[in-house]
């Protein structure tokens, strides 16, 4: 019995509630409707500062998702285009260094990038536009690093220039170029990118920055020697 009248108690408490919500929400409808003209105005008001609020915390919402979206894969592109050791690259194929120079190109703002490189690639392993809307041309090398890139291959790399009508042409290797290819270089306006500019390049150096000290820092003889030592050739 006691039970009983306890669930009998709460059930009138229950039904007390629910009868004074609904006493009080038809008071207040009565009151709108009595005093529409005079609260109109401000229920309107509310109601468009409410949604303006919500535009607003969903905007700002989206908004940090996307650049939450954005910062992350600027992160893995990163990691993807630059930030290897050289030692990694120097384990890469060809075929991967390749598209590694392609990728450190689009990082630095370059325009339709694109790897050609194969049997019949005219001398180029990348094309595409630098950031200021000239063309280039680029041939890659996955050298030992205890290599040197001899002035034919320069030579190669003018010819595949002129093929594809290019404004820059770019020399990119992991090892570095002979005094006479270097200086071919410079005669013939070619980027010659080494192994050190490499080395800044994919440490963030942008492709451009390298042309002003397009020629130097290959390192001095001892430098050489030990890469020679080391490699045992």
Not at 115 to 136: E, F, K, S
Request: glycine share 12%; proline share 2%.
């Amino acid at each position: 019995m006691t039970g009983r009248r306890r669930g009998a108690a709460a059930r009138r408490r229950r039904a007390a509630r629910l009868k004074a919500l609904a006493v009080g929400g038809g008071v207040v409808l009565v009151l709108l409707v009595v005093f529409w003209s005079a609260v109109w105005p401000y229920i309107t008001g509310a109601l468009v500062l409410g949604g303006v609020g919500a535009a607003g915390w969903w905007l700002r919402r989206t908004d940090r998702l996307v650049r939450g979206r954005d910062r992350l894969w600027r992160q893995e592109e990163a990691v993807k285009a630059g930030h290897r050791t050289l030692a990694e690259v120097d384990a890469m194929t060809g075929t991967e260094f390749e598209d590694l120079v392609a990728s450190l190109c689009r990082r630095d703002g370059c325009t339709q990038v694109r790897r050609v490189g194969g049997a019949n690639d005219n001398g180029a392993d990348v094309v595409g536009r630098l950031p200021d809307g000239r063309t280039m041309v680029i041939q890659c090398k996955r050298y030992t690093p205890s290599s040197t890139i001899a002035s034919r291959e320069l030579r190669d790399l003018l010819g595949a220039k002129v093929h594809f009508g290019a404004d820059l042409a770019v020399f990119v290797t992991t090892t570095r170029f002979s005094r006479p290819s270097e200086k071919f270089a410079l005669q013939h306006g070619i980027l010659a990118v080494h192994r050190d500019h490499l080395g800044l390049w994919n440490n963030g150096a942008s492709l451009l920055s390298l042309s002003e000290v397009n020629g130097r820092g290959q390192g001095d003889s001892r430098h050489r020697t030990r890469w020679k030592q080391a490699y045992g050739k």
